[in-house]
């Protein structure tokens, strides 16, 4: 008795690009970032902050000079810029971040996501990868636009700066932003939900510097990644440690942040 075995279907030649590995999954997370209204939406509230914020504190000063009170609030272009990121914009980037990991959470995708990519050291990479370099030019475009605004809007009130004062402020908004992205992508990591993980980073980057000098714990609260990331936005050093160790500190506080939500995602997501 003889048996014809079929042919076999011929293999098929993928071409190099066809994804997979840790550029397949950087190309997903693009495609999922950019296709959500939520980033969109997000981007367009920072732009409106800085915008807004640039305008009416620099404005405010002005007024306050013209009313002849001077020193009701500073007039450098350099500061006002450092407090707007600071206290309006950085919200809008915490927020995109955040939801790069919790909205898959609160969806269901995170299943798909993590079946496509297993290696969960890749898929958070991924996720670093496709963020990291969006905040960084994000960030010397707001640096540059919140001074220019802060500029016009003090006027012949403003305080003079050097070129290197405006340096430090574009860059120092450049590398903080992505610093601050990945520490609240680690944290949602961690913390899977979009509620709390704000919350704690509103307690960690606000509430903590403005309670521990209270306290006597002044030298605490510079170490905190808020207090060190105003001051390296503002181009200045801080009074404990120089703008470089204000950068390291962010670091740090990003790459913890990183490594414990890799652990968290090692040990629950299996």
Not at 132 to 138: F, Q, S
Not at 148 to 154: D, E, N, P, S, T
Not at 230 to 243: D, F
């Amino acid at each position: 008795m003889t048996t014809t075995i079929s042919a076999l279907p011929p293999r098929l030649d993928l071409p190099p690009d066809a994804g997979g590995g840790f550029l397949g999954a950087v190309r997903s997370e693009w495609t999922k970032l950019r296709t959500v209204a939520s980033t969109w939406w997000t981007l367009a509230a920072a732009t409106t902050l800085l915008l807004g914020g640039m305008a009416i504190a620099a404005v405010s000063t002005r007024s306050q000079h013209a009313d002849g009170n001077p020193a009701a609030f500073t007039s450098s272009a350099p500061f006002i810029t450092g407090e707007v990121m600071a206290y309006l914009v950085q919200w809008s980037i915490v927020i995109l971040s955040v939801l790069m990991v919790t909205a898959e959470y609160q969806s269901g995708s995170i299943r798909n996501t993590l079946q496509w990519v297993p290696d969960r050291a890749r898929m958070l990479l991924s996720k670093v990868a496709v963020l990291v370099p969006l905040l960084l030019v994000l960030g010397m475009v707001f640096g540059a636009v919140g001074l220019g605004i802060a500029i016009l809007g003090l006027g012949e009130f403003g305080e003079a700066f050097t070129t290197d004062d405006a340096y430090n402020v574009v860059v120092g908004v450049a590398l903080y932003l992505p610093m601050l992205g990945v520490f609240a992508l680690g944290l949602a990591a961690a913390l899977r939900g979009a509620a709390q993980t704000i919350s704690i980073i509103f307690v960690v980057l606000l509430i903590l510097p403005l309670m521990l000098p209270a306290i006597g714990l002044e030298t605490v609260a510079a170490y905190l990644p808020g207090d060190a990331g105003v001051n390296l936005m503002r181009g200045t050093s801080h009074p404990i440690y120089p703008r470089p160790v204000g950068g390291l500190i962010v670091l740090a506080w990003s790459l913890t942040s990183l490594a414990t939500g890799y652990l968290a995602l090692r040990k629950r997501d299996t």
